[in-house]
């Protein structure tokens, strides 16, 4: 079979829309690999999202009424201290449960997205893989993409860190009123935030440049995603605006699902379920995508390079 990255090679220069169409199509190169790799997504989503409606949203609903208790006891009262103290406890117990359940979600993501793109990378090279033998392809490749999330997450929380800074001194200036500094500060933010939907594709990019690429890891996995990207930076805005708009246009069967839980446990369980079968396609095409538009980076790159190396060449042989 021949690859999809040597016909996409063979091939005139990619219309502008073409990873996108390329990465929804992906997964029917190789339709059993991606069912299983799919199914394990939409398991394990749906299964953290259970546990988040019977911790997190649970203890969530208990503090929402017992501050509308709260609000109509007497202050004075010992009704008002207890529900106070339970509050009090509330809070304490959510933002421990919820940090566990961030962190669990984290864990498991990061596994999906490794098993997610080990499948695109190999099905875009032009081999079938069972599920069993991309299992032991990863258990054998996995060290250099854990390096680069590991990396990557670093780098994601000084940058969240500097974004919290930032608007914190925006803030602190805004209250001091000088007009100036202010309007500095303000423009720096913006930059920054700005800056953050390329960052948002870069550090992906390094993690699919982590498994197709092995032994480039870590920082330089995010150096040679950063080359990569080099002067196609309006198409990796596309991807992310792409799949902004389909992660916003199924957060309301979400929301959803948040509110039904409480009057029919069934109903806002089996909505959460389709919200978690939505997110998990959203998934499955964002990562098949991105390792199309790495591909098709990759080989325009080096097309470049040859282009740049004959044209030396020939100079080289007429100054001769």
Known sequence: MASLATKQQSSTTPSFFNFLKQGLFLPTHNPRLFAAVFSIIV?????????????????????????????STN????????????????????????????????VIGSAIQVLLLFAAVATYSGELRTFGSLLGKVRRQLKGPLLTLAFV??????????????????????????????????????????????????????????????????????ARARRLMKGKLRRAILLVCVTFLLSASIFP?????????????????????????????????????????????????????TTEYAMVSTKEQIDD
Not at 76 to 105: K, M, N, P
Request: charged content about 10%; hydrophobic content about 55%.
């Open 75 to 106: 202050p004075r009262s010992q009704e008002y201290l207890h529900l106070l103290q339970d509050i009090q406890g509330d809070t304490r117990r959510i933002l421990l449960t919820g940090a566990a359940c961030l962190l669990l979600a984290v």
């Open 153 to 222: 997450y670093a780098l994601e929380t000084a940058y969240v860190a500097l974004l919290a800074a930032m608007a914190g001194l925006c803030y602190h200036v805004m209250l001091k009123q000088h007009i100036v500094l202010l309007f500095v500060v303000s423009l720096l933010l913006v930059v920054s935030i700005l800056f953050l939907v390329y960052f948002s594709i870069l550090c992906p990019m390094a993690v699919v440049v982590a498994v197709a690429e092995p032994g480039c890891h870590g920082a330089g996995a995010v």
């Open 43 to 71: 398991t394990s989503s749906s299964l953290l999202l259970l546990g988040n409606f019977l911790a997190v949203q649970h203890l969530t609903d208990e503090i929402r009424l017992d501050i509308k208790a709260l609000n």
């Open 253 to 305: 069967v979400y929301s959803h699902a948040k509110r039904s839980v409480l009057s029919n446990m069934v109903s806002g369980w089996l909505l959460g379920f389709v919200y978690t079968v939505l997110m998990a396609a959203v998934r499955l095409f964002a990562d098949c995508a991105m390792t199309v538009f790495y591909y098709e980076c990759k080989g325009s790159t080096e097309a470049s390079a």
